[in-house]
């Protein structure tokens, strides 16, 4: 995907003025919670917790809202809840500075 001022990371779906949509590609069950670069257009993300009860889910929300600064409930879960390929709606901020952010990391 092109932006206005240049291109954008793969995994960054969608973007308009109220926020932001990613593909993130979950591992669960990792040592820590870390951004581990890209898989194919999504952003790969390591979460500790195990892929049950939503808990991966919810490992994922809290680690993208440190990680960009944003509150939890910015964050939503649109499409993967049973799925390791997720799309997250981030919503208050930009796709270069989600791209920033998550890729500083």
Known sequence: MTGQQGATAA????EDGQGVTIAVQVI???????VAG?????LKVRVPAPPVEGAANEALIAFLAQALGVRRRDISLL??????RKLVRIQGLDGRT???????R
């Open 79 to 84: 499409s993967g809840e049973h799925a390791r």
């Open 98 to 104: 989600v791209e920033a952010r998550l890729l500083s």
């Open 28 to 34: 669960p069950r990792a040592r820590r919670a870390e």
């Open 38 to 42: 890209e898989h194919g257009d999504a």
């Open 11 to 14: 995994w960054i779906v969608a």
